[in-house]
């Protein structure tokens, strides 16, 4: 084997270790999710005889699963059982490593034999040798014409395993092409106008895909919209197994909405569109798949004309309770009191009109403060509570009588009425107070009071305290500020400001000049730096060093008034050089004869100076006469420069 393979080999190796050491940590990880088994219907009111769906689901990590007992089927006829469970897996990667979900789910299919309340009991399974129970479940079975559905209710489309309404026989028509799609199930087709209609869009899958981005919303104009919360795992759908026409599918849910048509006719659902794709172990992309569900059209009725109360308002479509209540029942004149209105049920709750409250003889009421809470688990129950201020303006007991609330009732067809109960006010102290706060000043109505009394209204909280509207300003700020001291001073900044930056950029601009002053400042500071060096290293008897510092010290200074390198000249060329930019011939046998001893110096250490500068301390000295000769020589420009 050469030496290459081998290198391959061991990195093949090493890989197949880490991805093997990567799976075990991420497993027990997955281990450690407790493990969850339930159970449901697809409705609990049933009709003898009519079958329903009942389904256990149980969801583990990299568990051991064994010993699965179904319930006892006591007083219900078993229609059809699984010969083995469904399972899928779900596998997701994080920051935390590897998640795996496993999912088993056993479906029946049953159909009560006499009417009345069923119990189905629990389910009972064995993960990792411990036993684990599903919940009971609940529901009521009455005659098949009591359970019959009523003319408007129309067969609800065929939602996936487990969802409600569910009929594996019925096969969705955008599976026709065998591929991934989405598909929107709604719990009715005919429904009246503000009638609640459950909207649920499921995305089928024939390939496992790890991303979902939605590329189209889908419109429902013409409804009054509700979000619903869509069940999870990890930031990840939670997904099922399910056949359709044969082929086997990953199911999970990806929007739910709650519905209120607005108007009658036929409103359509246009289609909602997204991309699903596989991405490899770095993250991209190597399957993208466009799925879209198809439009689905409701047929909307108005709501009867027979039966219905003066002034309904088309919102009220549910049932709903009627509670009203006040804080106190009696208080002093001009004191507030809060009548809570509180409704409860089902329908569209932001929507619904309140029941309308009634004028009170000698009390002012002021506009409700409205507050609805609604399921996020269903979209269409919850409650609504709209709290009023009453304020007395004379004393005297008074009765509010019972508030009505009308609605109209989708599953029984008819027009309904809640009632709150009568509540009786009392109101105790002086009217006067209270009609010169209300009139400005003026007599009071029907009472006397004390002269010259005053009532402030302004005795409720800060977030509905009413507004009071001036006149002008309380002061001329601008007057103010104008004739205060500082006000020169204020005005004078500016340019002031704007004169010291100029300084400051012309200093700066001087400072950035490159002028022969500047260089022959630098010249003389580094020429000070290396006399300083060479000095010491004179003292410390280094000769080499010595001698380097002052042939630099020199050929620097030559450098900085030539204008030009002299590195590389031969002495004759730099004497050539010197007398012609003007520089003395002295001078210029002194500066190359200090040269050449530097060269002695340095490859030589032990000879001696024919002219006599074998003394370091001589030398030194030499060159410093010969830089102060080279600062006050007057040496011509380089021709041609």
């Not at 919303?217 to 069940?231: L, S």
């Not at 400072?511 to 500047?518: C, N, S, V, Y």
């Not at 590389?568 to 001078?587: C, I, K, N, Q, Y």
Request: hydrophobic share 40%; proline share 7%.
């Amino acid at each position: 084997m050469t030496a290459p393979s081998v290198t391959r080999s061991r990195s093949r190796f090493g890989a197949a270790a880490l991805l093997a050491a990567f799976v075990v940590v991420s497993a027990g990880a997955a281990r450690a999710e407790a493990p969850r088994f339930t159970a449901e219907v697809d409705r609990n009111q049933i009709a003898t005889g009519e079958p329903f769906i009942y389904q256990v689901t149980l969801s583990v990590g990299n568990d051991q699963v064994s010993d699965y007992r179904p319930p006892d089927f006591k007083g219900l006829r078993v229609l059809s059982t699984p010969d083995a469970p469904n399972q899928s897996t779900q596998m997701q990667f994080g920051g935390a490593g590897m998640f795996v979900q496993v999912s088993y789910s056993w479906r029946y299919e049953l159909a009560a034999a006499q009417r009345g309340n069923v119990t189905i009991g629990a389910a009972r399974v064995r993960v990792n040798g411990q036993e684990f129970r599903s919940n009971p479940v609940t529901l009521t079975a009455a005659s098949a014409a009591a359970a019959a559905p009523p003319p408007l209710s129309a067969v609800p489309s065929s939602p996936p395993s487990g969802a409600s309404g569910a009929d594996q026989g019925a096969a969705p028509p955008e599976a026709g092409e065998g591929g991934s799609f989405i598909r929107l199930v709604t719990d009715k087709q005919r429904v009246f106008v503000g009638e609640a209609l459950g909207a649920t869009w499921y995305l089928y899958m024939n390939q496992p895909a790890d991303k979902y981005d939605t590329q189209a919303e889908p419109h429902t104009e013409g409804f009054w919209t509700e979000d619903v919360a869509v069940p999870s795992r990890r930031g990840g759908l939670v997904l099922t197994q399910e056949l359709v026409q044969g082929r086997p599918y990953q199911v999970g849910t990806v929007l739910k909405k709650a519905l209120f048509p607005l108007q009658a006719g036929r409103l359509t659902i246009t289609p909602m569109e997204a991309e699903i794709s596989r991405s490899d172990f770095f993250g991209n992309a190597v399957r993208t798949q466009h799925v879209r569900s198809t439009p689905t059209t409701i047929e909307v009725l108005a709501l009867p004309k027979a039966g219905q109360p003066p002034g309904f308002d088309a919102a009220n479509v549910g049932t709903f309770t009627l509670n009203a209540h006040v804080d106190r029942a009696q208080v002093n004149v001009g004191e507030p009191v809060t009548l809570t209105i509180e409704i409860g049920g089902h329908g569209n709750l932001r929507k619904l009109a309140l029941p309308a409250v009634p004028k009170l003889n000698g009390w002012k009421s002021y506009d409700p403060r409205v507050n609805v809470v609604v399921d996020p688990a269903s979209g269409v129950s919850g409650s609504k509570t709209a709290e009023i201020l009453l304020l007395p303006e004379r004393p005297g007991p008074v009765t509010l009588p019972a508030l009505v609330l009308n609605a109209f009732d989708p599953d029984t067809h008819r027009y309904t009425q809640v009632q709150s109960a009568p509540i009786t006010l009392t109101a105790t102290g002086d009217a006067a107070v209270s009609a010169r706060s209300v009139a400005g000043g003026g007599p009071p109505v029907g009472g006397t009071g004390t002269p010259g009394a005053t009532f402030n209204e302004n005795v409720l909280s800060e977030e509905i305290r009413p507004l009071h509207a001036r006149a002008g300003l309380r002061r001329d700020l601008g007057t103010t500020f104008f004739r205060a001291r500082g006000f020169a001073v204020a005005l004078g900044l500016p340019p002031l400001g704007f004169a010291l930056a100029v300084m400051l950029f012309r200093i700066r601009d001087r400072l950035a000049d490159d002028t022969g002053a500047r260089r022959r400042r630098r010249a003389r500071k580094k020429a000070r730096a290396h006399l300083a060096a060479a000095d010491g290293h004179r003292r410390r008897a280094e000769i080499g060093p010595f001698f380097i510092e002052i042939d630099r010290v020199i050929r620097e200074a030559l450098a900085s008034r030539l204008g030009r390198s002299v590195k590389g000249l031969r002495m004759d060329e730099l004497r050539v050089l010197l007398s012609t930019r003007g520089l003395g011939p002295a001078e210029a046998d002194r500066i190359i004869a200090l040269l050449e001893e530097c060269d002695r110096g340095r490859f030589a250490p032990g000879r001696t100076d024919s002219n006599g500068l074998a003394s370091l301390d001589t030398l030194q000295d030499t060159a410093s006469d010969l830089l102060d000769a080279l600062e006050k020589a007057t040496l011509s420009e380089e021709i041609g420069s």
